[in-house]
């Protein structure tokens, strides 16, 4: 027999306040909690959502009370290239880069530790969403989006320590292009209260004169000409706005050309402080040679924000980027130099311009890009395992990492 409509509607409400009744009374017992994320609270590289290493996401921007000591945050921006676009898509491409990443297996031999299961609460931070139809206003986003997270307390026990280190949370952002380095140093400048160091891993300067891109349409004086925000020239606006500390900057893996007929992009760029490293210096002076000019000119000390143009490998490489030069450093090569600063005293980092659109089946960019932000993340645990030694906390607070 039929039941009618209204029948059928009614067996089925009681059915599932039952079901929600009994739901509602199943009390869950720590040690039933515990069973179950042993039994499935564990990923394999290949399954789970894509978030960086596998870290819990946290959609930090808008949820102030998550602390963190170290966040992955990505910058899908890339409508300020000279170029080919696409590394709006990077942030993607570099987090499946990482997916072989986990905390279970993630000791660094080298470091002796597992950045992932050390003094540091790590997370995925998500993305800035950033739009991709006004530069002015993705510039404002930006700015303010790492004002945000750079102001947060770190993670409780981290905000009462005496290690100064840890007082502050620490940003690894993923592009985007490399203008995204521009409001991310305007963003630490007032948060620590003084200019920043840069050490800055790219083919190319981008510390050029914005009016260097020639255009009759514009003003070359007019500052606050929108164009003059672009991948090429965030450096420049850096200086010139007091962001950088004078004197105490280094470009490493140089192998750009320059404008014009002569090398005056080179004199503008000493102008502004900085030290150049080309490409070929490798041969001369050897890895150790490279890490040591980094490490004489920046020291231990100052604030650093360390910059990771993909570009600097070679695109034999890392073919996924948006202004290959050909002639660069080995992925190796710059993962060692990587290792040997590690005692740089840096407070936020990027890699950028990966453009997942120009690399292989492989996927070579991606995991490169990963791979070095491992390191990156690996090195800022290991100097507040450092700082924490130097201060003596209490042996129950360091682990024994060093």
């Keep these: 027999m039929l039941l009618p409509t209204a029948a059928v ?222 991948h090429g020239s965030m450096f420049w606006f850096a200086a010139t706005e007091g962001l950088i500390a004078n004197g105490s900057s280094v470009h490493a893996g140089l192998r750009t050309r320059l404008s014009g007929d002569d090398t005056e992009d080179y004199a503008d760029d000493s102008q502004q402080g900085w030290v150049r490293i080309s490409t070929d210096d490798i041969d001369d002076m050897g890895v150790k040679g490279v890490i040591q000019t980094i490490m004489d000119r920046v020291g231990t000390e100052t604030p650093v924000y360390l910059s990771i143009d993909i570009d600097v490998i070679d695109p034999g490489m890392a073919p996924g980027t948006g202004t290959p030069e050909p002639g660069g450093w080995t992925t190796r090569e710059l993962i060692r130099i990587l290792r040997g600063i590690e005692e740089m005293n840096v407070v936020g980092a990027d890699i950028v311009e990966v453009s997942p659109a120009y690399d292989g089946a492989a996927e070579t960019t991606g995991l490169a890009a990963a791979q070095i932000a491992y390191e990156v993340i690996t090195s800022m645990v290991r100097k507040g395992l450092i700082e924490q030694a130097k201060t003596k906390e209490p042996k129950e607070q360091i682990r024994d990492e060093l």
């Design 9 to 230: 509607a009614l067996l089925v409400s009681v059915a599932f306040a039952h079901a929600t009744h009994d739901a509602e009374q199943q009390v869950f017992t720590e040690e039933h909690l515990q069973e179950l994320e042993r039994k499935w609270g564990t990923d394999w590289g290949f399954s789970g959502v894509s978030t960086f290493a596998h870290l819990p996401h946290t959609r930090c921007l808008t949820r102030p009370e998550s602390a963190f000591d170290i966040g992955i945050i990505g910058a899908p921006f890339d409508t300020a290239v000279s170029y080919r676009p696409g590394a709006r898509f990077g942030p993607r491409a570099i987090r499946a880069g990482s997916s072989r990443q986990t905390s279970f297996r993630g000791f660094n031999p080298r470091a002796n530790l597992n950045p992932y299961t050390s003094w540091a609460t790590i997370v995925d931070c998500g993305d800035v969403p950033i739009t991709p139809f006004d530069n002015a206003l993705a510039l404002r986003q930006m700015s303010e989006a790492f004002m945000e997270l750079g102001n947060r307390a770190p993670t409780p026990e981290k905000l009462t320590s005496s290690t100064s280190y840890l007082r502050k949370p620490k940003l690894l952002t993923l592009g985007g292009d490399h203008s995204i380095a521009l409001p991310a140093l305007r963003a630490l400048k007032q948060i620590y209260k003084q200019p920043l160091a840069v050490v800055h891993f790219d083919a190319h300067l981008d510390t050029w004169h914005p009016a260097k891109y020639p255009s009759a349409w514009i003003d070359p004086e007019d500052a606050s000409t929108q164009s003059f925000f672009n």
